[in-house]
């Protein structure tokens, strides 16, 4: 019976999700996953990134990619050996926005990987720039400025590429690469995203960026689905010959590489393009039609719609991506995600248990105490300058303040994502901090929407799954609608549903406009 595996490059670790779908029978085969700080310790990353002393910048190594995949792939061999020989096609979704940066020698390399060697070693010598930046990565303020200026203004830029100049988007990230080390870019023969790379790596050829995943670069002309000569020129000299042209999310880039079929006794299943972490997050939770939101609370925190119409965030911060299933999305990103929660869990020297107990003990709406948690420079609103903002809140109360982080961050998703999607219904939960209850019932509440939860953890790892499915299906020239493609996998947790409190929403209606004029209150003070 034909299995698909589905591959999650995560921020902080690799996962690897395979199903088995046969007519109607569908079903998960298992889950494993690989933390990058704890097994590739070499790398010396934290929580699956370096920082420099500045902290707008945040990069990884891209060979700690290539060495986790070849790590992951010999722990599945063993555990699905079975299951594996059947394999059909795989896919994969990577965290967005970061790149990688391959000389002419790296480039003939993909190709010709020898099986006896580990991958990673053989494409040290490949690579034009050793340490990747990431989506954590805010440096670039200064190349967004150039960028909008030079192609007439951020509304133009977002009305073409979805979103205005962004510092973590791959363009102005490239830009800033080729005026810190010109001699490093002119040596670089091909650009890819980290799934476009990933995908290059398995199928041993130069994989295409998808245009779900090419959305975040600040390159693409949403509309058309390819990318927009305009923005290549005010990016960077000679962008054009170092990327490939976009391409569907549903290509069909080769099979399995000699590399992966001799060293792991793989057979030469199809790899499908990869995409990015939300886009396929969007499918793995079964988001195919518009009127509800996905909210992933992983390293960020990410909300996520589909859309059938192009639609602009006002101020360019939420963006507007081609979404794998040919329609549009909306991602509007927070960077004080699951980091922050645990920063508030370790200063008050808790568990998560202990969490949850707190946030079950204190009233919704916490007496008015309000929190903004920006640790980390925040991506939505903006905000360059880093710290922890409370209002009537004593910083001694464990519990209220571990109601503020979790009330902030509902309100902030809520009040930032009604461009999107203002009156959704339903949410759908995903991500670590998903499988707390009381954080769901914040969320309901906050967001007046009743929150399910989809059976499997991963929606990321469990959309590439699908989409490689989906992708198989059209290369052997059987078309597919995405409703028959996610049937039986994305079943919600029938014990998981959370209803929302109509007092509590009515509460939080009020307490949303007091959080966003404490918001624009301190906005204004760090601006000035
Ligand atoms: C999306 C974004 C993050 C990363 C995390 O725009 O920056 O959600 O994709 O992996």
Not at 487 to 494: K, L, P, S, Y
Request: glycine fraction near 8%.
């Amino acid at each position: 019976m034909p299995t698909y595996l589905g591959l999650d490059s995560s921020t902080q670790s690799l996962t690897a999700t395979l199903i088995r779908v046969d007519g109607e029978t569908r079903e998960i085969v298992g889950e494993h996953s690989l933390v990058f700080d704890g097994s590739l310790p070499h790398f010396g990353t934290y929580r699956g990134v370096i920082r420099d002393d500045d902290p707008a910048m945040v990069l990884a190594p891209p060979l700690m990619w290539v060495e986790a995949l070849d790590q992951l792939m010999s722990d599945i061999c063993r555990s699905w050996r079975r299951e594996l020989a059947d394999l059909a096609a795989l896919s994969g979704s990577a965290q967005q926005h970061g790149s990688v940066y391959l000389n002419s020698l790296g480039l003939a390399q993909l190709t010709t990987l020898d099986p006896l060697k580990p991958a990673g070693d053989q494409l040290r010598p490949g690579l034009s720039r050793v340490l990747s930046p990431v989506w954590m990565d805010s440096s670039t303020a200064e190349e967004c400025r150039e960028i909008e200026q030079t192609v007439g203004g951020g509304d133009v830029m977002a009305r073409r590429t979805g979103a205005r100049a962004t510092e973590r988007f791959t363009g102005p990230q490239i830009r800033a690469f080729f005026k810190r080390d010109p001699r490093a870019y002119d040596s670089t023969a091909r650009i890819h995203l980290v799934s476009s790379f990933l995908a290059s790596v398995l199928a041993g050829a130069d994989a295409p960026i998808d245009y779900g995943d090419g959305s975040g670069m600040n390159l693409m002309d949403v509309a058309a689905r390819a990318f927009w000569p305009a923005a290549m020129d005010a990016t960077a000299p000679r962008l054009a010959e170092k990327l490939l042209p976009i391409a569907a999310s549903w290509t069909s880039v080769g099979t399995l590489s000699r590399y992966w079929r001799e060293r792991y006794h793989l057979p030469p299943a199809r790899v499908i393009a990869w995409s990015g972490d939300n886009p396929c997050s969007l499918i793995g939770t079964g988001l195919v039609a518009e009127g509800a939101l996905a909210i992933s609370l992983g390293t960020s925190d990410t909300v996520c719609g589909v859309m059938c119409e192009f639609r602009s965030h006002a101020d360019g911060i939420g963006y507007v991506s081609a979404s794998p299933t040919g329609d549009y999305m909306g991602t509007t990103t927070f960077m004080n995600g699951s980091l922050a929660r645990e920063r508030i869990r370790d200063n008050y020297g808790l568990d998560w248990a202990r969490v949850s107990a707190a946030l079950a003990s204190s009233p919704p709406g916490n007496r008015g105490g309000l929190m903004l948690p920006w640790f980390d420079p925040e991506i939505t609103p903006r905000v360059s300058k880093t710290g922890l903002h409370r209002r009537n809140l004593d910083p001694a109360d464990q519990v209220a303040n571990v109601r503020a982080i979790v009330e902030a961050q509902m309100m902030a998703m809520a009040n930032h994502t009604q461009w999107m999607s203002a009156d959704a219904s339903l949410v759908y939960a995903t991500g670590g901090a998903s499988g707390n209850r009381a954080v769901l019932q914040v969320m309901a509440d906050v967001f007046g929407a009743e929150v399910v939860r989809p059976r499997s953890g991963n929606g990321a790892a469990l959309g590439a799954a699908l989409r490689a499915f989906h992708g198989e299906r059209l290369a052997a020239g059987h078309a597919i609608e995405w409703k028959d493609v996610i049937r039986g996998f994305t079943d919600t947790d029938q014990n998981a549903r959370v209803q929302p409190n109509a007092e509590a929403t009515r509460m939080y209606a009020q307490l949303r406009k007091q959080y966003a004029e404490f918001e624009n209150e301190v906005l204004r003070n760090l601006s000035q």
